[in-house]
């Protein structure tokens, strides 16, 4: 117990001479000027946590929010068949368009923009008039150098208006500084956009979703982008059929005059001007826009020299416009004797009344019948004599009428024209096993066996809009001498 206490005084001891030696040393640095002049040294404060910064302009991650995996399901299951038939169109215009987003310094994914807005369709137009795979509206068009006029509206063409559409977007984005508000806003406007941040004082377009200060449109439109994006980056994951990779260039461009007609263009290279329409999407009429000295016209793969061919050796402008078909009268000769009409089919008393200007009952008591009684084909009947046309014709007609006098009904119609000519038939389909090569499409293939491309999806089951690679096998059945002179022409 003794040394209990003692171990306790010293204890108590130490603690005493500890207070008073610390008193005594802050007493004397205080005394000491040159001991209170030094710095105190403190921890430095730990800086605040920074914020994530903004991907680069050039890439485009995807969000992980569930409006994203929202519109991802319904793509895949519920609209499967038409996202498809989306994504395949999009194999015409993904690879050129994504090389004019990396030019300007925008992410290439941004192309699928233009798949949420038409689905890749050139002359799409909405209900608000906003026009072409981009859905621009005039106003837009016009602020990023996009013609619009009677003759040309370079909104529907694909290349000029992913341009301005570019141009648009990187606008939008050095506005707003992220993808989710620039998309957002190029859907709605970009008033809409800062109007809501301004009023609801939210700082991103996840944050005004959540809240409903967007329109159920762009609430619903920016998710589907970037649906879009993820499944076309992995379109086997989700059951699709997608290889943008294989692109084969369809058109290649020619310097034409303003004002010459697509029709004479089609008639130097053989298609028709609704071909030509079809590679040339932003003419509003069937010719070259009048006023171009020079206007780069968008022709067939192969095609461009012959034009270019055409143009060295004729003017486009020397073609005689094209008459209308007039059917010429056949000529007519009358007779004293009475005549017999022979009933083809199709004739009734109405329509004979009509040609033979007398009324249905008169020709009926002609011919010892009444109008009720029906007309047999092959039937002869008596018509009046002094209208009765009679038709000189090379070739059987459908409704012939052969004069003749009664007593020499026989020998009369014996030495009539004939009508039952002998056709020649057809030449027998061959069938001809073609495979695909590179540069072929399914229009290409076509004029070269020279049948509809209709005819040839058929033969093949595909779909006009199929896409073909090279070393498909195709049957092609057509007629061995067939040849564009027999077919009809388009145009």
């Known amino acids: 117990m003794r ?47 920074p914020p994530p910064a903004n991907p680069p302009k050039c890439e485009l991650p995807i969000p992980d929010h569930w409006t994203v995996d929202a519109a991802v399901t319904r793509f895949a299951d519920k609209h499967h068949k038409s996202f498809q038939t989306q994504l395949n169109r999009a194999c015409n215009y993904v690879v050129p368009t994504q090389k004019v987003l990396q030019k300007k310094g925008l992410p290439p994914d941004l192309v699928y923009v233009a798949l949420v807005e038409s689905g890749f369709t050139p002359k799409a137009k909405s209900s608000a008039n906003a026009v072409g795979m981009w859905q621009i509206i005039s106003k837009t068009g016009t602020r990023f150098g996009l013609t619009q006029n009677k003759w040309i509206d370079e909104r529907c063409n694909p290349i000029k208006a992913a341009e301005a559409a570019a141009d648009y977007l990187s606008f939008l984005y050095d506005t707003f500084g992220n993808w989710p508000l620039a998309l957002a806003a190029y859907n709605a406007g970009e008033n809409a956009v800062q109007g809501a941040l301004d009023k609801s004082g939210l700082k991103t377009f996840w944050e005004l979703l959540e809240a409903g200060w967007l329109p159920a449109e762009t609430r619903d439109y920016v998710p589907k982008v970037y649906a879009a994006v993820r499944i076309a980056r992995e379109p086997a994951r989700y059951g699709f059929s997608y290889r943008p990779g294989h692109y084969v260039a369809r058109h290649e461009k020619v310097s034409v005059p303003g004002g010459v007609k697509l029709s004479w263009v089609g008639k130097q290279i053989g298609i028709s001007k ?9 003419l509003c009429k069937p010719m070259t826009p009048p006023g171009y000295t020079e206007y780069e016209l968008c022709v067939p793969m192969g095609c461009r020299e012959g034009v270019l061919s055409a143009l060295a050796t004729r003017s486009p402008f020397d073609e005689k416009p094209e008459k209308k078909f007039e059917k010429k009268p056949e000529p007519v000769r009358t007779t004293s004797s009475p005549a017999i009409h022979k009933v083809a089919r199709g004739d009734s008393w109405n329509s004979l009344s009509a040609r033979y200007k007398c009324s249905a009952k008169t020709l009926a008591a002609m011919n010892g019948t009444k109008v009720s009684k029906a007309l047999k084909q092959g039937q002869r009947l008596k018509v009046p004599v002094s209208s009765a046309p009679v038709r000189i014709t090379g070739k059987g007609s459908r409704n012939q009428a052969v004069a003749m006098s009664l007593p020499a009904r026989k020998s009369t119609s014996a030495s009539g024209p004939k009508t039952n000519e002998k056709r020649k038939n057809p030449a027998a389909k061959k069938t001809t096993h073609y495979v695909v090569s590179q540069g072929d499409t399914l229009w290409t293939i076509a004029e070269r066996f020279h049948i509809p491309v209709k005819t040839l999806c058929a033969q093949n089951d595909l779909k006009p809009n199929q896409i073909i690679v090279p070393g498909d096998p195709l049957a092609i059945h057509a007629a061995p001498q067939e040849s564009l002179r027999t077919g009809k022409r388009r145009d």
Do not use: M, Q
């Open 274 to 282: 609704d071909d030509l329409l079809d590679c040339n999407p932003e």
């Open 3 to 49: 040394y209990r206490w003692f171990a306790l005084l010293v204890v108590s001891g130490c603690v005493v001479s500890l207070l008073t030696g610390c008193g005594s040393l802050s007493w004397h640095e205080s005394s000491n000027p040159k001991l209170a002049s030094r710095p105190v040294i403190t921890a430095p404060p730990i800086p605040p946590e």
